[in-house]
């Protein structure tokens, strides 16, 4: 069974940068793909960032791209989200979420396992 943890969230201030990681349990972690997600307050969650197993493909919302870096570390069964540049509209839950294949893909219910959350705050 696989277990993911996030940490990393806080309050930050506009036009800063927070890292969140993600730390999976388990023997899969090297050999699927994985994303972030997140779920602002009174919308629906959404796809944030996607990464293949060897880190060769990754995929952005247009919302993120060019601000947020999606990285792994398969070493140590640890997943990133390097935020720059955050905004107010960043505020919101972030999950990441692991898949039990390679390919990357926007849409929730195709990914198997799941973290809490961890909140992350952008004050103006």
């Known amino acids: 069974q696989v277990q993911l943890s996030e940490s990393g969230g806080g309050v930050v201030q506009a036009g800063g940068s927070l890292r969140l990681s993600c730390v999976a349990s388990?023997?899969?972690?090297?050999?699927?793909?994985m994303g972030w997600f997140r779920q602002r307050p009174g919308k629906d969650r959404e796809f944030v960032a996607g990464i293949t197993p060897s880190s060769r493909t990754t995929v952005y919302a247009d919302s993120v791209k060019g601000r947020f870096t999606i990285s792994r570390d398969n070493a140590e069964n640890t997943g990133y989200l390097y935020m720059n540049s955050l905004t107010p509209e960043d505020t919101a839950v972030y999950f990441c979420a692991q898949r039990s294949n390679i390919g990357i893909t926007r849409r929730d219910w195709e990914y198997d396992y799941w973290g809490q959350g961890t909140q992350v705050t952008v004050s103006s």
């Open positions: 388990g023997r899969t972690f090297s050999t699927t793909a």
